[in-house]
């Protein structure tokens, strides 16, 4: 099951691909996320690995997200797997007038029976809790 957003940006594909790309900044771009750490040390490329921690409902998520993707000023994908539920999130950026267009693609996979059966609610939850972050990465740009 997919979810697609886009939005765009008043400011350069590389500022806005440095901002979005920059998982520190996570804290400031989704409601949830209060922590993230570096787990792969250099530059973010391919391969790169990330802690994230969310609240959520009073409780705390550890998520290690890796970048499958990574190209610099166009595009990047991430992935995660927390208990049998694969999150794939595509990013793609591009110019457009003085500006950037994000584009967003989210994809979940499930596995096993008991997370097949849940997928319509964790679908559900997830395009809730990360639905709004490209508005959030707009506002978080273009107010600096």
Do not use: C
Request: proline share 2%.
């Amino acid at each position: 099951m997919a979810f697609i957003k886009e939005v765009y940006i008043d400011a350069s594909v590389e500022t806005v691909f440095k901002a979005a790309s920059d998982f520190n900044n996570s804290v400031f771009i989704m409601d949830n996320v209060v922590g993230i750490e570096m787990l792969t040390e250099g530059p973010v490329q391919k391969g790169t690995k990330v802690k994230e921690v969310r609240e959520v409902r009073g409780r705390t998520i550890e998520s290690i997200l890796v970048f499958t993707e990574y190209v610099a000023n166009q595009k990047y994908s991430v992935t995660s797997e927390n208990n049998g539920i694969f999150i794939e999130y595509h990013y793609s950026f591009h110019p457009q007038d003085s500006g950037t267009l994000v584009n967003f693609e989210g994809f979940i996979r499930t596995k096993g029976f008991k997370n097949t059966l849940l997928k319509p609610f964790v679908t559900a939850f997830i395009k809730k809790e990360d639905g709004d972050h490209l508005n959030k990465l707009k506002e978080f740009i273009e107010q600096k």
